[in-house]
């Protein structure tokens, strides 16, 4: 059993939290596909996976 108490899918307002944005900010880089975050849809629910954030998140370093 799993003990670790965060979501396994993140809503759009978690997931902007976590990346530091707004909601609307990424409900915009979705529609216009400005950012590859990846996302499920579930009906007509959006929800992100941390591991998917942290991945977009280590794609956007930039080196000195």
Known sequence: MDTNTSPALLTTEQAAQYLGATAHTLEVWRSTRRYAIP????GTKVRYRKADLDAWIASRVVAA
Not at 39 to 42: E, F, R
């Open 39 to 42: 996302y499920v849809k579930i």
